[in-house]
């Protein structure tokens, strides 16, 4: 780290005379997100209501510089250090914090064509290949609000969008660190939840989250390992007829009917679907994973096992080479190529007319937990939050963040 200069030094010491910079708590701010972590930029603008702390280490940071709102800073890397350009200073660091100064301040994020605002604070490092890496450091209800929104439809009944922030809270305590070797707890894409940032927050899911402020569901005391999806299509899948791994008590097929009637997401768009295909396009998109691939030619394709939520367990993919695979992979691997909308879940039949395949399904996603059709449909039949989550993780309690010990449903 090249040491300020004299004349850094000077401003410092103006600025820090000049502003007396606002303390609040940071204690909450406990949930670290990489943002614009698919593509990291070389360089960013940013704007906002905030004073710059520069990192001195872990422990303690030293404040650098105040700026008046709307002040643009500029950040480029030089790996392994970055330059900070504010106003016609030049400094090289290490690490730029941007802290908000008051606890509603936000932070502009900006490269041309792309733009972010977040709440809280962002920490910006040198990463390889000379790019930035920009972490927001937030407290995991303020993340919430920005992942609720892409997580579900902000139109939807208040009871079915709790459930869903009590979903999205419990899989954010129980994987956080996932991105450890990064030094983040999650990514903003799918791969852990997207989450968009202030932008996205919407009134609706905002409230949701307000309202189910700290709970998250137990198993046996332990967060629980929740899962969801669009549409199970009548009964939802066992954690492991989908992935093969370990069996959850609370992860099982439920039958998703109210009161033994017609079923919860028979609404949904997704609960029943149709795709119509060639065995010559077929026999291209199984060649696409090298699990499928059944070489040169496709001599037949055949389910041979369903397991008992209606899903296929396996596939026989017979040509050049012989393949059997899970049918969740099979339809992974067929989406990929097809587009997320046509095998839409691992609940399908096969027919074969000549050289025209069609797949004939229900529901969308992998059908483990929470059913959200299902729960909008339970939602406007009255049915509480709580009382949702207890139908699709039986045998879980809710607890609160706060305080250690666990409550019943209601
Ligand atoms: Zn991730
Ligand atoms: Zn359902």
């Known amino acids: 780290m090249i040491p300020i200069t004299r004349v850094s030094l000077f401003f410092l010491l103006i ?60 950040i480029q890397a030089h790996y392994p250090q970055l330059t900070l350009r504010i106003y016609d200073h030049l400094y090289q ?20 064509g792309r733009r972010s605002i977040y709440r809280g604070t962002l920490v910006i490092v040198p990463a390889g290949e000379n790019r930035l890496a920009i ?52 990514c903003d894409n799918s791969h852990c939840q997207v989450y968009n940032g202030y932008e996205a927050e919407t009134f609706r ?13 137990t198993y046996q005391g332990e967060p629980a390992e929740v899962f969801f999806h669009s549409t199970c299509g009548g009964i939802t899948a066992r954690a492991d007829e989908i ?11 439920v039958y998703d009917s109210i009161d033994g009637g017609i079923d919860a997401c028979a609404e949904s768009p997704h609960y029943q679907w149709t795709y119509v295909t060639s ?21 037949y394709i055949s389910i041979r096992e369903i397991n008992q939520s209606g899903r296929v367990a396996s596939v026989d993919i017979v040509g050049e080479q012989r393949h059997t695979v899970n049918g969740w992979i099979l339809r992974q691997v067929l989406s990929r190529v097809w587009g997320w909308e046509s095998i839409k879940s691992s609940r399908f039949h096969l027919v074969r007319d000549g050289d025209q395949i069609t797949f004939t399904g229900k529901g969308l996603g992998h059908g483990v937990g929470l059913c959200q059709y299902g729960a909008k449909k339970r939602a406007e039949a009255g049915y509480t939050a709580s009382a949702i989550l207890q139908v699709y993780f039986p045998y879980t309690k809710l607890a609160t963040v706060s305080s250690a010990a666990s409550h019943s449903y209601d």
Do not use: C
């Open 15 to 74: 600025f820090l005379l000049l502003f007396s910079i606002p303390s609040f708590s940071q204690a909450d701010r406990t949930i670290r997100v990489q943002v614009w972590s698919e593509d990291s930029p070389d360089f960013v603008t940013i704007y906002g209501q905030f004073a710059i702390l520069r990192v001195v280490d872990a422990v303690q940071d030293s404040a650098l510089i105040a700026l008046k709102p709307g002040t643009p800073i500029y």
């Open 93 to 112: 660091l290490s690490q730029v914090k941007l802290e908000p100064v008051s606890p509603f301040g936000l932070v502009d994020l900006n490269q041309p």
């Open 135 to 186: 972490y927001n450091d937030l407290s995991l209800e303020e993340y919430l609000k920005g992942v609720l929104p892409t997580e579900i439809l902000p139109g939807w009944p208040i009871e079915a969008l709790k459930a869903q922030a009590i979903v999205s809270r419990t899989y954010a305590i129980k994987n956080r660190h996932r991105h450890a070797e990064t030094y983040a707890d999650f």
């Open 205 to 217: 899911t905002s409230w949701a989250v307000d309202a189910t402020r700290g709970q998250f569901i």
């Open 243 to 253: 992935w093969m791994e370990e069996y959850f008590p609370y992860l099982v097929n």
């Open 279 to 299: 065995r010559q396009a077929l026999h291209t998109a199984l060649q696409d994973d090298a699990r499928t691939d059944p070489g040169r030619y496709l001599t």
